[in-house]
């Protein structure tokens, strides 16, 4: 080979040097963070600069459930899911940055300091998230995310997290 090729990637991941990620699929994030469909707010995280930064990538299908009331015969994806999907991104940047220290863990919305939606995101668009990180105190995590769309800006938000143990599973209340 040239030596400019990187070793053989993990199915679900590709490695890049200093330990940073460029290509996480569908496997490796329903691993990192515990949504599931129809809440899962994105398919591909293709750049991770651990404990720095990451992008997601969001494909918006006519078929996503929310586009059957947001708005019938004029479909736009809502504000708060592109929001979600900024949090998850930078849920996977938390997870993939604490590694194996994560295991068990959740990272859970604590505030939305800004948020601006500056043009609609319809069937056909890729949303590409931009986040990161401004600061970490202790399990405190606040980031800066923009949601772009062919290169333009959608929306922008800064906001924080705090990742915190799984919280044991409640008796089912009808058993």
Known sequence: MDGTTPETPTPDAVQ???GDLTTLD??????AIPHRYPFLMIDRVVEVVLNHSAIGV????????????HFPG??????????EAMAQTAAVLVVETL??????????????????FRRPVVP??????????????????K??????VDGLSVADATYTAMIMER?????DATA
């Open 16 to 18: 890049t040097g200093a």
């Open 26 to 31: 569908i496997a490796r994030i329903m691993r």
């Open 58 to 69: 969001k494909n918006v299908s006519v078929n996503e459930h929310f586009f059957q009331g």
């Open 74 to 83: 004029h479909p736009v994806m809502p504000g708060v899911m592109i929001i």
């Open 99 to 116: 590694g194996p220290n994560s295991e068990g863990r959740l990272v859970y919305f604590m505030s939305i300091d800004t948020a601006k």
């Open 124 to 141: 056909g668009d890729q949303l590409r998230i931009h986040i990161t990180k401004e600061r970490q105190r202790g399990n405190v995590w």
């Open 143 to 148: 980031f800066s995310a923009v949601a772009r």
């Open 167 to 171: 919280a044991a599973p409640t008796p």
